[in-house]
């Protein structure tokens, strides 16, 4: 079993509507919990941070994070051309050598 | 403000070659990556650097080799190309272990 399981996609949403993204993990003791985005052929884009169980909310933007469950999702409203890319969740584990472990991501892309 | 700055960005090696990837970031972070990503298998830790004069292993990390010039320089090497070798190489730094990352713009190596 992945430390970090993400539905590769591809989504496709139409623009202006909300995408939701999803990212399961194995390690109960996960801490932190980062949404990366990632353009075609270039370096992840740190996009959103959330650490307690919750919603956080940064601009179109937004990270939910329940524990009990083992899932964060990130929400993307208002969607626009330029939020296709590829999205990384990672989370930090206490696994092994206390290190991130990155999903595969999710490709979305935004219809206009 | 430069983040951090990864050379080369391209690079073919025949096997058997060796090569070092250079990597320095000035944004003062103590932690810094090697991180690899392959298609379906998403990024994966190579080594890390928690502070200058430490290193440590990650998820994938025989056939390299990682040296902490300094705070600022985090290097990694490749002793002995192999074709399974052939990937795109990150570097990346944060603040601590516990925060998100900033990338470099990556290297894409092909060893035929």
């Known amino acids: 079993q992945k430390e970090v399981e993400q539905n590769s996609g591809p989504l496709s949403v139409p623009e202006g509507a909300i995408a939701s993204l999803n990212c399961t993990y194995s390690?109960?003791?996960?801490?932190?919990f980062f949404w990366y985005r990632q353009y075609s052929g270039k370096s992840p884009e740190l996009i959103m941070s959330?650490?307690?169980?919750g919603d956080k909310e940064d601009g179109r933007f937004t990270a939910q994070l329940n524990k009990a469950s083992q899932y964060v999702s990130l929400l993307i409203r208002d969607s626009q051309p330029s939020d296709s890319a590829t999205y990384l969740c990672?989370?930090?584990?206490?696994?092994?050598?206390?290190?991130?472990?990155f999903g595969t991501g999710t490709s979305l892309t935004v219809i206009p | 403000n430069a983040g951090v700055t990864q050379t080369p960005k391209f690079q073919v090696l025949k096997t058997g070659q060796s090569m070092t990837l250079q990597c320095a970031q000035d944004?003062?972070?103590?932690?810094m990556y090697w991180y690899r990503q392959d298609p379906g298998m998403g990024l994966r830790l190579i080594y890390y650097?928690?502070?200058?004069?430490?290193?440590d292993k990650g998820e994938v990390p025989n056939g390299y080799n990682v040296s902490r010039l300094n705070k600022r320089e985090f290097s990694l090497r490749l002793e002995s190309a192999a074709p399974s070798q052939t990937s795109v190489y990150f570097c990346?730094?944060?603040?601590?272990?516990?925060?998100?990352?900033?990338f470099g713009s990556g290297t894409r190596l092909t060893v035929v």
């Open positions: 990346a730094s944060s603040e601590d272990r516990g925060v998100g990352y900033t």
């Open positions: 390690d109960r003791v996960s801490q932190s």
């Open positions: 959330i650490y307690s169980n």
């Open positions: 990672a989370v930090k584990t206490l696994t092994g050598s206390d290190q991130f472990y």
């Open positions: 944004m003062n972070h103590n932690s």
């Open positions: 650097s928690a502070s200058e004069g430490t290193t």
